[in-house]
């Protein structure tokens, strides 16, 4: 890809028309930042906006109030859990330890 | 374009707006004590033992039990408390004293959390705070929390925020023949945790739902541990691990259930994670609970893991002396693991058993039975397997 070319680059800014441009220096260094940054405000953004657009009734949740459809890990796996704290440098985001308590990692 | 997407997201919030105001009132706490007993058995053999500097015996075993109660104290407020212990003994750490068996050969660990919540029935908010303390041979630990959670939409989705902080202690035991070299160096015997995790679940159809989840986790203090060899590829001497003192972990998660068809269940589970150790690993979790009959669901779970090695791991006698940090734990190794299992569910309509007792009339109903079997096995040749039972109780009107 040619970075000297605004044309083959999909930024917000650089598409703008010339007069909302930020000046060249300023545009460089704000422009990749900028567009992380709203990537990760609408990556963010967007469960927020279609949770909205999904409405099941209570009547129509038989399915999803059965106990193997908790969006958890089950009681009965909490040991195998610490043990993969133990075992594996990696851990957390599982509803397991992640540091006090045990003295792994 | 992009006006459009900006109309998409205001309907959206609109419509979330409006049914905020539907009338909806989250689920209040039932008039019942829940309790879960779980007991769990481990063990492991392999032949990298961090305590005798990558080689040797790995081999443990660990019994664990606890017990976790849920009381309700009317219909917003409740209790929750967790007890419980764990029994070990291990080959490995029988190693850092090589003449005399040492404490650490065999431990118990015992733990007890005590939270509290509180739910606003109308906004369908619930806040919760909880304390909790862990004791162990060479290692205690006290911990603090807070959490706040907010449903809207009919339930159908779910915000939850918690930030959890944990204030640990060792007891500094270095192998026997490192004690008069390495004692001194160590700068702390403490070692702080501070997590701050988000959630986010959403009903995506009527058998289908998500969550999202992801953790900022900032260790600081003695991050090492202090009975591991280290054994150098230019010098005899060994010397304990060494680590920074500082730690960052982010792992992010997206868990998703999905009930396609009335005997059979979906339960996927995909997280990343990355550290400043040099440590980044994808965890992928499947299982599969297939409903036999109303009462017996069998599941199978398949589990794989990768990590990348940790920045200051190197195995036996591959350190050079002159590195500032190092360490031979396999457990910080680069590493791939299955995870191969089955999970039994016994789950009877009006319970396994019943017992009326004599306070208040309230009935004791042996719940649930939920028992699951794991083998485990690591790349490093590490083997292990557990067992565990849940018996769920109830105490109700």
Redesign the interface.
Known sequence: MNFADPRSRSSVLTNLPQRHRAPTKLRAFVSPWLEKVTAGVLLL?L????????????Y?????N???????A???????T???A?????????GGK???????? | MQKYFSL??LL?????GL?AQSGYKMKANEDQVDA?F?L?Y?Q?DGNNGAVTGGIGTEKLE?V?S?L?VNIPLDSVKALNITVGADYYSSASTDNIDNNVSSASSSDL?A?ANLGYTRKNLRRGETIGFGI?F?S?Y??T?F?ARASFAKE??????ELSLAGQA???N?VVILPIELRQSARGTLATSS?N?F?A?AA????????L???????A?Y?QGLLS?PFHRVFFSDQNQADIERLPDTRL?I???V?L?Y?PFDQL?L?T?Y?Y?W?D?G???H?FEVET?IKISPTL?L?PFYRY?T?TA?DYFAPYAEHLSSDAFYTSDY???A?Q?H?VGL?IGI?PLYGIARLKLPTKDRLFILDKL???T?Y?T?STG?D?L?F???L?MKIKR
């Open positions: 953004a469960p927020f906006a279609l949770s909205s657009c999904v409405s099941v009734k209570a129509q949740k038989m399915y999803l059965d106990t193997e459809m908790e969006l958890a089950k009681k009965v796996e909490v040991f195998e610490n043990y993969e133990y075992r594996e440098g990696a851990a957390g985001a599982n992640v540091g006090g308590g045990c003295g792994c990692n | 998409l997201f959206c919030f609109i419509n979330a049914m879960d779980l769990g481990y492991q660990d664990a606890m976790v660990r733990y909790g862990s162990e060479d290692y630990s911990s809207w939409n009919e339930g159908n989705s944990f204030f640990d060792w070692r945790s997590n995790q986010f679940a959403q009903v995506i159809s009527p058998r739902q998500v969550l999202f989840s992801g953790e986790i260790m541990t972990k792992p992010l998660a868990r259930t009930f269940v339960r589970n997280r994670y550290d150790f440590i980044t690993a965890t609970p669901t599941s893991h990590q940790a457990d910080l190794s590493l693991s995870k999970g789950t939920q028992f699951r794991a485990y690591r590490l292990a557990s565990s039972l849940n769920g």
